[in-house]
């Protein structure tokens, strides 16, 4: 079983829609949670950084953690042509590496 | 352009060769790390540096694979003998010692025949 656990899509919305993209991992000591965004060809880049459980929300983007549920989610109001790319949820423990545990990565395309 | 750069961004080689790709990170970020992403996963962790010093491998760091910063500033990772397995897209990421971003680079495209 892998640690972090992620539904690879791919999620088709309409343009505006709501979009939920969600995580579930299994190793208590995880910490720090964080969203990247990665376009076809490209790095991933960071969206959301989250630290324990809780909302934070950032423009049209709002990550959950519920650590007692080990799950994780992004929200995505208002969605955009634009926002068509894989999603990654990564996360990791306290540890003084700072390595990053990823999910899969699930694919988004929204439709105009 | 102050980002990550990495070089090549595609290499096609064939099996049982050695090919070195190389990270330039964001300057004077003192940690860097490289990530191997195959198709339809996540990036999974290979190796870290804290300057020059190379603190952790994985496990899936094979013997075939090295990886170098020599002067604390850019990063080379070669692989010897390479196989159809290796083929993947492997990422160099960056960050300053006193923030948790991750900066990545926009990845080495490895095609190995």
């Known amino acids: 079983q892998k640690e972090v656990e992620q539904d690879p899509g791919p999620l088709s919305v309409p343009e505006g829609a709501i979009v939920s993209l969600n995580c579930t991992y299994s190793?208590?000591?995880?910490?720090?949670f964080m969203w990247y965004r990665q376009y076809s060809r490209k790095g991933p880049e960071l969206l959301m950084y989250?630290?324990?459980?809780g909302n934070k929300e950032d423009g049209r983007f709002t990550a959950q953690v519920d650590k007692s549920s080990k799950y994780i989610s992004l929200f995505i109001r208002d969605s955009q042509p634009s926002d068509s790319a894989t999603y990654l949820c990564a996360m990791r423990t306290g540890g003084a590496t700072n390595k990053l545990i990823f999910g899969t990565g699930t694919l988004l395309a929204v439709q105009p | 352009d102050t980002g990550v750069s990495q070089d090549p961004r595609h290499k096609i080689t064939k099996r049982g060769q050695n090919v070195t790709f190389r990270c330039d990170p964001i300057s004077e970020h003192n940690r860097l790390y490289w990530y191997r992403q195959t198709l339809g996963q996540g990036p999974e962790f290979l190796t870290y540096?804290?300057?020059?010093?190379?603190?952790?491998k994985s496990r899936l760091l094979s013997d075939r694979f090295s990886a170098e910063r020599p002067k604390g500033s850019f990063s080379t990772l070669e692989i010897q003998r390479t196989e159809q397995g290796d083929s993947a897209m492997y990422l160099c990421a960056s960050k300053p010692g006193f923030t948790d971003t991750q900066y990545f680079g926009p990845g080495t495209r490895l095609t190995v025949l």
């Open positions: 989250t630290y324990s459980s």
């Open positions: 540096f804290q300057n020059e010093a190379q603190l952790e």
């Open positions: 190793n208590s000591a995880f910490q720090y």
